[in-house]
């Protein structure tokens, strides 16, 4: 059975959700540095069983909202390539 790596086919509550391999794609990160931010920074997953998490694509977002800062130079998360594509 083939299974799509992408949520384009899902429909309803589960549009919004991204697989581990999807969000990495998005962040540009590996899925190791995507273990790591869940660990220990607090992002937020649903786990489906021991080797699969889900990522609802709302919470990503509020989470690295709650993470912006403004830097020295006065960049913000908002003006960042990353936030571009996570972020409407």
């Given at each position: 059975?083939?299974?799509?790596?992408?949520?384009?086919g899902?429909?309803?509550?589960?549009?919004?959700?991204?697989?581990?391999v999807?969000?990495?794609?998005?962040?540009?990160?590996?899925?190791?540095?995507?273990?790591?931010?869940?660990?220990?920074?607090g992002?937020?997953?649903?786990?489906?069983?021991?080797?699969?998490?889900?990522?609802?694509?709302?919470?990503?977002?509020?989470w690295?909202?709650?993470?912006?800062?403004?830097?020295?130079?006065?960049?913000?998360?908002?003006?960042?390539?990353l936030?571009?594509?996570?972020?409407?």
């Amino acid at each position: 059975m083939e299974t799509e790596s992408n949520n384009q086919g899902l429909r309803g509550p589960l549009s919004d959700f991204l697989t581990e391999v999807e969000l990495s794609e998005i962040l540009g990160i590996s899925k190791a540095a995507i273990a790591n931010l869940r660990y220990n920074e607090g992002l937020p997953s649903c786990r489906v069983n021991d080797r699969c998490r889900m990522y609802y694509e709302p919470d990503v977002r509020e989470w690295m909202l709650s993470r912006k800062r403004q830097s020295q130079k006065g960049i913000s998360l908002e003006k960042t390539p990353l936030a571009e594509k996570i972020m409407p």
